[in-house]
Nanobody, 117 residues
Framework: QVQLVESGGGLVQAGGSLRLSCALS????????MNWYHQAPGKQRELVAA???????NYADSVKGRFSISRDNAKNTVYLQMDSLKPDDTGVYYC???????????WGQGTQVTVSS
């Protein structure tokens, strides 16, 4: 079993930066990929960044060049560095862990990000 706890959300002006953190605990050695999802108000949850255990990253077109996903194995934490934030980035950000051996992926509780114009 894996548990995820996000932190780092808040209110920021357009053009500003935030760094989200996702603390991992439990059977983290079984994780194959870590993801960050964004759910804007009234919209479906969308994948914005992914990081495999091999270090391969993938980003949604809307955040390429502005967001960066990374992992600190010593701290069992995954980060999402968000720069040049836009009002459209407003929403809840969820950390997600997945494995090829799991029946279902694991979600954190989410952290709210609000970008004012």
């Amino acid at each position: 079993q894996v548990q995820l706890v996000e932190s780092g959300g808040g209110l920021v002006q357009a053009g500003g930066s935030l760094r989200l953190s996702c603390a991992l605990s439990g059977s983290i050695a079984s994780i194959d990929v870590m993801n960050w999802y964004h759910q804007a108000p009234g919209k479906q949850r969308e994948l914005v960044a992914a990081l495999t255990t091999e270090g391969i990253t993938n980003y949604a077109d809307s955040v390429k060049g502005r967001f960066s996903i990374s992992r600190d194995n010593a701290k069992n934490t995954v980060y999402l560095q968000m720069d040049s934030l836009k009002p459209d980035d407003t929403g809840v950000y969820y950390c997600n862990a997945d494995s090829y051996t799991w029946y279902a992926s694991v979600w954190g509780q989410g952290t709210q990000v609000t970008v004012s114009s």
